[in-house]
């Protein structure tokens, strides 16, 4: 897999991610719950460079979601990207290799 690409419900903020990502998990933390609302949520862990965006999302914190449709694409965390994997165009391309 050279690159995976993904976007919010809508389509109006889509991104396209070169190169495999650093690590795919599975994360149950208390932060990730609250902020999906979900008992845990997927990401594939980028590096920053990595990747582009084609209309920059609506920035809260370190989330980014679109202003239109209200999806939550991605994060960022220092010089690293976690593409949330429900915003994967094609998500079973992605393997996880992690869990915390």
Aim: neutral net charge.
């Amino acid at each position: 897999m050279a690159q995976f690409s993904g976007g919010c419900n809508c389509g109006a903020v889509r991104f396209l991610s070169m190169g495999r990502p650093d690590r795919v998990g599975l994360f149950h933390c208390l932060e990730g719950r609250k902020n999906h609302g979900a008992l845990f949520y997927a990401a594939a862990i980028c590096p920053d460079a990595a990747v582009t965006v084609g209309r920059e999302p609506k920035e809260d914190a370190r989330r980014f979601f679109c202003a239109t449709c209200g999806s939550s694409v991605f994060a960022r965390s220092g010089d690293e990207n976690e593409r949330h994997l429900g915003a994967v165009d094609v998500p079973n391309q992605l393997t996880q290799s992690y869990e915390s």
